[in-house]
């Protein structure tokens, strides 16, 4: 495999939240069709021309299934089909193929040029007609009068809808776990859900958004978990991994808040939620009105119940206490996070409950 393979491939198998300038058009319309009905006996026949089909359309489509926008990063373009052109006996032109867009749940669609909101897609299998294909054109029997028994007169299919956009991918999780580099998220995640991110003991070895989902063993009482790129102070400025992935906090319904109790890097655990939350503050006010579950990491470490005890007595609040090395506290988080979830889905719904 030569180097410009190695890196498609490389690149292809990146996570993609984000493709700018997909430039999409919606089909024409067919025109319509000058024509005279001409048979044996009937020499001078009346106009028979028929319309023009419709533009196909450009739809999104939301899919649960679909992880990101990689397809739309190596083809940012696509156009829905033309409609057909009138025919003679009346013949009405095909309708275009409509053009459908499957894009993860949780897509928000920018005007590329003004880059002003156009449309999000927030549920599984919804539909959202983006562009609107062109109108088929008349054929000359709609213009048939008494005063005008053989009319020469059409008109031209309508051109479709185009314009150029931004997909950005807002991750849509019930959790989604908060904390600095090095705190465990991703080993969190693997503990709690089935995924499988990349674990190293180096600052950012996640570089995007992994999703995993927890069950309770039957498959039922599913909980959707996000693990959020680690953060770093003044993110909010676009440092480190910046604002790129602060966005999918913004979908979840419930903050974990993942604090290294070990100190390891020399951080203050009792100063690194202060840190978390005044980042998230400034990126929007608003995510400091979620739901907060705090949790206190490492707690195998030696140094960990001193500095549990100096972080209680600064925030004066309960947190729950777990080590992923060990698995120490994993099953109750477990709980924790299902009753906090399903509260949540029973006051936004009464079908929830």
């Known amino acids: 495999m030569n180097i410009a393979t190695l890196k498609i491939f490389m690149e292809e198998r990146m996570f993609v939240d984000e493709v700018h300038n997909v430039r999409l058009a919606a089909g024409n319309g067919g025109d319509g069709c000058l024509s005279f009905r001409r048979e044996k006996f009937i ?114 299919g309508t051109p479709g809808e185009e314009g150029t956009f931004d997909f950005i991918l807002k991750t849509i999780a019930d959790v989604g776990l908060v904390g600095f580099p090095n705190a465990g998220k991703s080993t969190l995640t693997t503990l709690l859900t089935r995924a499988t991110p990349k674990i190293a003991s180096y600052p950012f070895t996640t570089l995007h958004a992994n999703v995993g989902i927890m069950t309770d063993g039957s498959g039922n009482n599913r909980v959707i978990i996000a693990d959020i790129p680690g953060l770093i102070d003044r993110a909010h400025e676009n440092r480190g991994l910046g604002i790129r992935f602060l966005k999918h906090i913004e979908r979840c319904a419930i903050l974990l808040f993942l604090i290294d109790m070990s100190a390891m890097d020399n951080r203050l655990p009792a100063d690194d939620y202060s840190s978390l939350l005044n980042e998230l503050s400034c990126y929007n006010e608003d995510l400091l009105k979620k739901e907060k579950v705090v949790v206190a990491n490492k707690m195998d470490a030696p140094s960990a119940a001193k500095n549990l005890d100096t972080f209680q007595r600064k925030h004066g609040m309960n947190i729950l206490k777990i080590s992923c090395a060990t698995g120490s506290g994993i099953d109750e988080l477990k709980m924790v996070l299902r009753n906090a979830v399903r509260q949540k889905k029973c006051k936004n719904s009464v079908l929830s409950c």
């Open 43 to 156: 020499p001078k026949g009346g106009p028979n021309g028929g319309d023009g089909g419709n533009g196909g359309n450009v739809i999104l489509v939301g899919d649960e299934n679909t992880s990101d926008l990689s397809v739309y990063r190596f083809k940012p373009h696509a156009r829905a089909k033309n409609g057909g052109h009138g025919m003679g006996s009346e013949m009405h032109g095909r309708n275009g193929k409509d053009c459908l867009l499957v894009v993860p749940v949780g897509t928000v669609i920018l005007d590329a040029t003004t880059k002003n909101f156009v449309t999000e897609i927030t549920g599984h299998c919804q539909r959202v007609m983006l562009l609107r294909g062109g109108t088929g054109g008349k054929g000359n029997v709609n213009f048939k009068s008494s005063t005008n028994q053989a009319p020469r007169r059409t008109t031209p």
